[in-house]
């Protein structure tokens, strides 16, 4: 006759005992576990992704500045233009990209009589791949290794420059000039400012070290007065960060005045190119002119973005 199953008192009561135990256990790890998923949740909420850039497309870059703005920059000989030729010129070249929601550009072309003027912009949209850092901080990343590039002389800026003292200026002249690289074909306004304060300084007018000294009229060209600086700084009216820059380069062929402003605007990279060209060596393109044009569109381009 088979056996019934049996199962002992003793048996039972160790069965009991056990149940007891991993339900005490069980509930002790539910309040552990309660505690670390707070510590988990909070390290969750601080890596979570970074808050992303204010712009997730871009304009198209031709059609973003005034046509009156781009005119303007591109002035001719009062010569009559057809609508053709007008919008050939006025309207832009767009340049190639692969991407238009991250990179645009456009660049325009225009001759005349007192040489030929460039003007390009490059419209960049930044994206942080890193959870951690936000597109903004990308951008501005980005924007300062720029500057650094330019070597555009610290501290903050302004539309009015204020008038530095000598040393300042000898200072920024030296830095920012060019002049220790050797290649003698390159300066920046400062450089000529500070070359202008140098002839008034180590000779009276008048006297004939400098009237005999051709560079001393060259360089005493552009204003002397440091207020109206023209020097490479930070602009602190435009956009989240932006600095100009301006260099004279001398060439073989010629001489061409480079104006560049570049500003950002949370998530976006404005790369601003104004340039004059002139075969006439002895015609030096204004630099105040081009200045105030670039950071003219400049403004126009960054209220435009924050429509």
Not at 110 to 127: A, N, W
Not at 159 to 167: F, K, R
Not at 279 to 284: P, R, V
């Amino acid at each position: 006759m088979p056996r019934k199953p049996f199962v002992p008192g003793a048996a039972l009561v160790v069965a009991a005992a056990l149940t007891a135990g991993l339900a005490a256990c069980t509930g002790g790890s539910g309040s552990d576990g309660g505690e670390g998923d707070a510590k988990s949740g909070g390290t969750s909420t601080s890596s979570q992704a970074a808050e992303p850039g204010r712009y997730q497309t871009l304009p198209e870059a031709c059609g973003l500045p005034g046509r009156a703005t781009v005119r303007g920059m591109l002035p001719g000989d009062d010569q009559h233009l057809s609508d053709a030729e007008a919008k050939k010129i006025y309207g832009g070249q767009p340049d190639l990209t692969y991407d238009t929601d991250r990179r645009v550009g456009c660049h325009w072309t225009r001759e005349s009589t007192e040489g030929t003027r460039h003007l390009s912009l490059d419209i960049q949209r930044v994206v942080s791949y890193d959870a951690a850092v936000s597109d903004d901080d990308k951008a501005q990343g980005i924007y300062e290794k720029k500057e650094l590039a330019a070597e555009i002389p610290p501290g903050g800026g302004s539309s009015s420059p204020a008038t530095p003292s000598p040393s300042a200026s000898t200072g920024t002249g030296t830095e920012s000039g060019g002049a220790g690289k050797g290649t003698g074909t390159t300066t920046n306004s400062s450089t000529e400012e500070k070359g202008a304060k140098g002839a008034q300084g180590k000779a009276p007018s008048g006297s004939p070290s400098a009237a005999s000294d051709p560079s001393a009229d060259v360089s005493a060209e552009p204003s002397a007065d440091l207020s109206d600086s023209t020097a490479p700084r930070v602009l602190d009216d435009l956009g989240d960060a932006a600095f100009l820059n301006d260099k004279l380069v001398t060439a073989d062929s010629g001489v061409h005045r480079d104006v560049t402003v570049v500003f950002r605007t949370s998530n976006v990279i404005v790369t601003l190119t104004y340039d004059q060209w002139s075969t006439d060596k002895t015609m030096l393109p204004d630099s105040q002119e081009l200045q105030d044009k670039a950071r003219s569109m400049a403004g126009e381009l960054s209220e435009r973005l924050s429509e």
